[in-house]
C-alpha cells in the first residue's frame, strides 16, 4: 500500500480547490490571477538563469578561457578583451560546456536539447500539460553552461520554457480545460522573453503570434499584457529597466525619402539571410540526427569546432550582445574590420547551427539579433562613404536589420519590430522599420520557411492538431 504524506496531501488539497475556483471564475477575474502568478515566475525565472549565465561565462570563458566578451549597455557596457590571453584554452572550454550540456541534458531530460521553444510551441498545440518540471531545470543549467562557456546561442529560449513550464504545471495542477491550459502556456513563453529582454510590449504581442505562421490569437492578447508586464516588473525589480542596447538612435528621424531604398535594401537582404539562417540550422539539426555516435558527444564536437572558429572570429562567442552595442555606434563599428562586418552573419549562423543545432542548449531569438544587427551594419558601412541619405550614425541600419532578420523568419514581424524598438529605445526607427520588415517578410513567406518548426499554419489548423 503506498502511503501519502500529511503535506502532499494538503498540497492537493489546495490544488484541488484552487483550481475549481479558477475554473468557475470569470474571464477577468481567472486571467488577472493566473497572469500575474506566471508573471511573477517568468521574472523570477529571468532573473535566476541571467545570473546563471552571468557567472556561468565568469567562471568558465572568462576565468578559464581568459577572454573576456564584450557586453550590451544594459549588461554594464563592458568593452571586452581585445586578445585571447590563453588562446588554446578557447576550443577546450567551448567543447567542455558542450559535453557537460550534453551529459546533463542526455542523460536527465532528453527534450530539453536545443533551443526550447519549439518545445513550448509544441505543448500550445498539442498538450498545455506536457512540459515537465525536471525539462525546466535542465534546461536553465545546460543553458548556461552551453552559452556561458562561448557556446553561440540566446538567453530567451531557456526563459520561455522556464515560464511557458509553469503555465504547464498549472495547466495540470489547477485541472484547467484544454483551452485556458494552451493560454497559460502561450502567455508563459512571451512573458519569458520579454522580461529577458526588457521588451514588455513586444513579448506580450509575440504570446499571440508566436505559435502560428499566419495568424494572431487575440484571444491570448488581455492575459499577455498582464502576465508580461509583471515579469517585466519583477526582472527589473532586480537587475534593473534600461533597455538592453541603451538609447541607441532616440534622436533619429525619418526625413529623407531617399532612405527607404536603403532600408528596403536591408529588408531584401535580411529575408534571405534569415533563409538561410533556419536553412542551415536544422541542415545541421537533421545532419547531427543521422550521424553515428553519442548524442552526449555530439554537442561538444560541435562546441570545439565554434571554438576554433573564434580563435580567427572572437564575435561568434556566445550571445554576441555586446557586438550589437558596438555595431550601433560609429566609431566602434568603424574600428571592426570590414570584412569581419561581412563575414560576422554567415559566421553566427554556421556557430549557432553547430552550437544548438548539434544538441547544445541555448536559444536562437538571440544569435538571430547579431545576423540581422551585422546586415544592417554591413550595408552601412558599403554604402555610408557613397550613396546619398545614408543616416551618419550606423544605428537605424543596425536595428532595423535586427527587426527584419528575425522578424521574418521567425514569422512574427509586428512582435519582434515592437521588441526590438524597446531594446534599443527607439521608436522612431519603426518608421522606415516597416517598409524593410515588410519586404524581409514577404520573401519568407513566399518560402513557406520559419525558424519555428512547431508553428502551425493558423488557428484552424491548430483546432484540427491532436491533444
Same mark, same amino acid.
Given at each position: 500500500?503506498?502511503?501519502?504524506?500529511?503535506?502532499?496531501?494538503?498540497?492537493?488539497?489546495?490544488?484541488?480547490?484552487?483550481?475549481?475556483?479558477?475554473?468557475?471564475?470569470?474571464?477577468?477575474?481567472?486571467?488577472?490571477?493566473?497572469?500575474?502568478?506566471?508573471?511573477?515566475?517568468?521574472?523570477?525565472?529571468?532573473?535566476?538563469?541571467?545570473?546563471?549565465?552571468?557567472?556561468?561565462?565568469?567562471?568558465?570563458?572568462?576565468?578559464?578561457?581568459?577572454?573576456?566578451?564584450?557586453?550590451?549597455?544594459?549588461?554594464?557596457?563592458?568593452?571586452?578583451?581585445?586578445?585571447?590571453?590563453? @588562446?588554446?584554452?578557447?576550443?577546450?572550454?567551448?567543447?567542455?560546456?558542450?559535453?557537460?550540456?550534453?551529459?546533463?541534458?542526455?542523460?536527465?531530460?532528453?527534450?530539453?536539447?536545443?533551443?526550447?521553444?519549439?518545445?513550448?510551441?509544441?505543448?500550445?498545440?498539442?498538450?498545455?500539460?506536457?512540459?515537465?518540471?525536471?525539462?525546466?531545470?535542465?534546461?536553465?543549467?545546460?543553458?548556461?553552461?552551453?552559452?556561458?562557456?562561448?557556446?553561440?546561442?540566446?538567453?530567451?529560449?531557456?526563459?520561455?520554457?522556464?515560464?511557458?513550464?509553469?503555465?504547464?504545471?498549472?495547466?495540470?495542477?489547477?485541472?484547467?480545460? @484544454?483551452?485556458?491550459?494552451?493560454?497559460?502556456?502561450?502567455?508563459?513563453?512571451?512573458?519569458?522573453?520579454?522580461?529577458?529582454?526588457?521588451?514588455?510590449?513586444?513579448?506580450?504581442?509575440?504570446?499571440?503570434?508566436?505559435?502560428?505562421?499566419?495568424?494572431?490569437?487575440?484571444?491570448?492578447?488581455?492575459?499577455?499584457?498582464?502576465?508580461?508586464?509583471?515579469?517585466?516588473?519583477?526582472?527589473?525589480?532586480?537587475?534593473?529597466?534600461?533597455?538592453?542596447?541603451?538609447?541607441?538612435?532616440?534622436?533619429?528621424?525619418?526625413?529623407?525619402?531617399?532612405?527607404?531604398?536603403?532600408?528596403?535594401?536591408?529588408? +531584401?537582404?535580411?529575408?534571405?539571410?534569415?533563409?538561410?539562417?533556419?536553412?542551415?540550422? =536544422?541542415?545541421?539539426?537533421?545532419?547531427?540526427?543521422?550521424? @553515428?555516435?553519442?548524442?552526449?558527444?555530439?554537442?561538444? +564536437?560541435?562546441?570545439?569546432? +565554434?571554438?576554433?572558429?573564434?580563435?580567427?572570429?572572437?564575435?561568434?562567442?556566445?550571445?554576441? =550582445?555586446?557586438?550589437?552595442?558596438?555595431?550601433?555606434?560609429?566609431?566602434?563599428?568603424?574600428?571592426?574590420?570590414?570584412?569581419?562586418?561581412?563575414?560576422?552573419?554567415?559566421?553566427?549562423?554556421?556557430?549557432?547551427?553547430?552550437?544548438?543545432?548539434?544538441?547544445?542548449?541555448?536559444?536562437?531569438?538571440?544569435?538571430?539579433?547579431?545576423?540581422?544587427?551585422?546586415?544592417?551594419?554591413?550595408?552601412?558601412?558599403?554604402?555610408?562613404?557613397?550613396?546619398?541619405?545614408?543616416?551618419?550614425? @550606423?544605428?537605424?541600419?543596425?536595428?532595423?536589420?535586427?527587426?527584419?532578420?528575425?522578424?521574418?523568419?521567425?514569422?512574427?514581424?509586428?512582435?519582434?519590430?515592437?521588441?526590438?524598438?524597446?531594446?534599443?529605445?527607439?521608436?522612431?526607427?519603426?518608421?522606415?522599420?516597416?517598409?524593410?520588415?515588410?519586404?524581409?517578410?514577404?520573401? +519568407?513567406?513566399?518560402?513557406?520557411?520559419?525558424?519555428?518548426?512547431?508553428?502551425?499554419?493558423?488557428?484552424?489548423?491548430?483546432?484540427?492538431?491532436?491533444?
Amino acid at each position: 500500500m503506498i502511503r501519502v504524506a500529511p503535506g502532499s496531501r494538503a498540497l492537493r488539497s489546495i490544488g484541488t480547490s484552487a483550481g475549481k475556483w479558477i475554473r468557475t471564475s470569470g474571464y477577468t477575474r481567472k486571467w488577472l490571477v493566473l497572469g500575474v502568478v506566471i508573471g511573477i515566475v517568468a521574472g523570477l525565472g529571468a532573473v535566476v538563469f541571467y545570473v546563471a549565465l552571468r557567472e556561468a561565462t565568469q567562471l568558465l570563458i572568462v576565468g578559464i578561457g581568459g577572454y573576456t566578451p564584450p557586453t550590451a549597455a544594459g549588461d554594464g557596457g563592458a568593452v571586452g578583451s581585445r586578445e585571447f590571453t590563453r @588562446p588554446w584554452a578557447i576550443p577546450l572550454v567551448v567543447c567542455l560546456g558542450g559535453l557537460v550540456s550534453g551529459i546533463i541534458v542526455f542523460t536527465l531530460a532528453p527534450e530539453a536539447e536545443g533551443h526550447g521553444t519549439d518545445a513550448a510551441i509544441d505543448a500550445v498545440h498539442r498538450d498545455p500539460r506536457m512540459i515537465r518540471v525536471r525539462v525546466v531545470l535542465v534546461k536553465l543549467v545546460a543553458s548556461a553552461i552551453t552559452i556561458g562557456s562561448g557556446g553561440s546561442g540566446g538567453r530567451e529560449g531557456p526563459t520561455a520554457q522556464i515560464s511557458a513550464g509553469f503555465g504547464s504545471l498549472l495547466a495540470r495542477r489547477l485541472d484547467l480545460s @484544454p483551452r485556458d491550459g494552451r493560454i497559460a502556456v502561450a502567455i508563459g513563453i512571451g512573458s519569458g522573453i520579454g522580461a529577458i529582454f526588457g521588451a514588455p510590449l513586444g513579448g506580450a504581442v509575440l504570446c499571440c503570434t508566436i505559435p502560428y505562421k499566419e495568424d494572431f490569437d487575440f484571444e491570448v492578447l488581455v492575459p499577455a499584457l498582464v502576465t508580461s508586464i509583471v515579469s517585466y516588473t519583477v526582472f527589473g525589480s532586480f537587475l534593473g529597466f534600461g533597455p538592453l542596447f541603451g538609447y541607441a538612435a532616440q534622436d533619429y528621424v525619418f526625413d529623407n525619402p531617399v532612405q527607404l531604398v536603403w532600408f528596403a535594401l536591408i529588408g +531584401v537582404l535580411g529575408g534571405l539571410i534569415g533563409l538561410l539562417y533556419s536553412g542551415t540550422f =536544422y541542415t545541421a539539426v537533421d545532419l547531427t540526427h543521422r550521424l @553515428p555516435g553519442s548524442r552526449i558527444v555530439k554537442p561538444a +564536437v560541435g562546441g570545439l569546432l +565554434v571554438g576554433l572558429m573564434a580563435l580567427v572570429l572572437p564575435e561568434v562567442l556566445g550571445s554576441g =550582445y555586446g557586438w550589437i552595442q558596438q555595431s550601433m555606434a560609429r566609431g566602434d563599428l568603424t574600428a571592426i574590420p570590414l570584412w569581419v562586418v561581412l563575414l560576422l552573419p554567415f559566421a553566427k549562423i554556421l556557430a549557432t547551427s553547430l552550437s544548438i543545432g548539434s544538441g547544445g542548449s541555448g536559444g536562437i531569438f538571440g544569435p538571430g539579433m547579431v545576423i540581422g544587427a551585422f546586415t544592417g551594419a554591413a550595408v552601412w558601412r558599403l554604402l555610408e562613404p557613397i550613396a546619398p541619405g545614408v543616416p551618419d550614425n @550606423p544605428a537605424p541600419f543596425v536595428i532595423v536589420g535586427m527587426m527584419a532578420c528575425f522578424g521574418s523568419i521567425a514569422r512574427a514581424p509586428l512582435a519582434v519590430m515592437l521588441m526590438v524598438a524597446e531594446m534599443t529605445g527607439s521608436v522612431g526607427v519603426l518608421v522606415p522599420g516597416m517598409i524593410a520588415v515588410g519586404l524581409a517578410y514577404l520573401i +519568407v513567406r513566399r518560402s513557406g520557411k520559419t525558424i519555428y518548426r512547431a508553428q502551425l499554419e493558423n488557428r484552424a489548423e491548430a483546432r484540427l492538431a491532436p491533444g
